[in-house]
């Protein structure tokens, strides 16, 4: 079936500019994931949806990111304002995750968008 | 807080060499340990996974095993093969319920024909 899939698969702005990368993950999964990847560096977590819950914004760098779900499916992240600091790859990945089980699902990762900011 | 360490790369071998990269975690806990893989111009793939203290997970020649004593989840490949050029990164579940993964800073793995 198929994957997790992320538009666009790069995108250039100006500094200032508000950005919109957008993920649709993997039919039935419930939990969604955002992570950034700059270059050369390792994953950073940026937010976690799970089901209906609240979501976990507990990585997300400043109040310029945000991001939503709707209907518990597509999911857009949001950077206001951008900086040059924000270029990176940005990676969506979903998984099967069922709250209050102790076993952790596998996360599926999407192609990634790389922001670059100018 | 929950963190994952790795050795840094890149590492650099020739093809069949021995390959361990090594990974540690803090010890809160017991999560489930994983292996993720990204191969050049790829997203991210789950490599293995272990559950519980003493797990073996293994997948196309690569092992890695729960130690909870040295809170260890080394990645060990017998012989390596230039297609396994890629960055490996170790992750954890954050905490012992979570379903969110706390990912190490990866490790770059070339391999010379």
């Known amino acids: 079936g198929a994957g997790v899939s992320q538009s666009p698969s790069n995108k250039v702005t100006e500094k200032g500019k508000d950005v919109e990368l957008r993920c649709d993950p993997i039919?039935?999964?419930?939990?969604l994931y955002w992570y950034r990847q700059s270059l050369g560096q390792g994953l950073e977590f940026l937010i976690y949806f799970q089901g209906n819950s609240a979501p976990d914004k507990s990585g997300l760098p400043s109040d310029r990111f945000s991001a939503e779900r709707t209907g518990g499916s597509v999911s857009t992240l949001t950077i206001q304002r951008t900086q040059q600091e924000d270029s990176a790859v940005y990676l969506c990945?979903?998984?099967?995750?069922?709250?209050?089980?102790?076993?952790?699902?596998?996360?599926?990762f999407g192609p990634g968008t790389r922001l670059t900011v100018t | 807080g929950d963190s994952v360490t790795q050795m840094e790369g890149p590492v650099t071998l020739s093809e069949e060499a021995f390959l361990t990269i090594n990974c540690t975690y803090t010890a809160t806990g017991y999560p489930s340990l994983f292996w993720y893989v990204q191969y050049p111009g790829e997203g991210l793939q789950l490599l293995l996974k272990a559950t519980k203290a003493d797990d073996k997970g293994s997948n196309k020649g690569f092992e890695a095993t729960y130690r909870k004593e040295t809170t260890s989840f080394h990645l060990e490949k017998g012989s390596v093969q230039v297609s396994d050029s890629a960055v490996y990164f170790c992750a954890r579940q954050r905490g012992n319920y979570g379903q969110n993964f706390v990912f190490g800073p990866g490790t770059r793995l070339s391999v010379l024909p």
């Open positions: 039919s039935g999964h419930t939990a």
């Open positions: 990945a979903s998984s099967l995750a069922l709250s209050g089980h102790s076993v952790s699902y596998e996360q599926y």
